[in-house]
């Protein structure tokens, strides 16, 4: 059976300039690796908000098989917010059933999750989810979605992934 | 008083070629023919999922002045999952409400039904809204919007469409 | 600091030709009047449901420096409703999180709701929110996302807008 292979994508201009830490990038692997059963290889990547380097970035992980990609940053209103433009231009297919519940989760807590334009699709056979900058936000809105990405991987291409529903419905309950 | 016509189509490879039968037509038929007062004819149609085909037999359908158009089935992920891309190049106006309800009632009981990707919108007088193809949801998701489609229908060209709100309000509450 | 500017768009032929009172602008101007805290300059504007006429209308209060774009009328499904349809060619970034949630609270008391098309995005430093034609369901749509407006608009280009969170929060409850 192919390992699934997962791809951490951080978009910031000033993470990617070393101006402060990834911690949105620590915030996504930590909570995969609770979630996720199964043995995955993983990469780790950031980048700042440039939509071309974006898109690039991300058909060459679709190109590199990686089965699932979660991006963070860059979903809202300046000018610098690009993701979901790069996210939308890269994939064959959106599913806004993912934005939806992101959002739907992130309002029970904060009014202004409503700006976030973050989405979902896929390419080939790739699950690309981005995901909000803020750390605190991201398990919010993985724990949103995160119950539906096995059947996802599974029609694309028969990827098997384990995850633990428990810890997942428990995060979904503390939103 | 013209005479509602409501087309009900198939959109699936397996039960075109006979493979098995056709369980979610006879689900949408079975709950409109509960849910629905005003006398109607109907048109039943099974397709093989190929775009184009689905384009045309929507046209088709719109032409002949069908009210209601309800498609089953190609609205997952898979590259032969083309539905909502069909029923968008076929009409004028999308109702993006129609998808984002569907979504929430059948999310209550199945996590995946956020990667569906069913959409409604309208072409001249006809309102074309997609359902899952598996027999199970259609109920829910017809339950889910079908109280606002007289509304539509009567926007459109006048169109009066009688239906059992009793019953469509407690098809809802068993979602 | 500069004084926040708000555009008060009412799109309607009737109104236009002056067969009925602008109800709509109306209660769009005495809601945010309560829920502004921030001093504002206004503008009020009726137009007809002209594609065109509604895309330069906007333009024109986005090259003023309008912050807050207001817009009702025209959302639904016949062939004269073309608000959401001008926004969105007006736009560089659409909030699709606006819309979902307008139509969730609209839904909460009528079923029609789904059928409205209504859309948010900015354009330059402007945040453009179409709303429904009806007055009383403007109260209901304003409520359902202005707690969110004065973050869009500092992310925009930095104005301040105060609010009332009070009156805003008991608005919800009612819905």
Redesign the interface.
Known sequence: MRQIKIGFLTISDRASRGEYADLSGKAMCKWVQTAVLSEYTSIVKIIPDEQALIEKTLLDMVKSNYNLILTSGGT???LR?VTPEATTNVCD?????????M??YS?KSV???????QIAG?KDNSLIINLPGKPEAIAVCLSA?F??VP??LE??DDSKLGIDREFIKSEQLKC
């Open positions: 809202g209103p300046t917010d297919k959106i599913y806004y059933g993912f934005a939806e519940e959002r739907r309002l009014p202004t999750a409503i700006l976030s334009r896929s979605v119950l539906a059947k996802c029609l694309l």
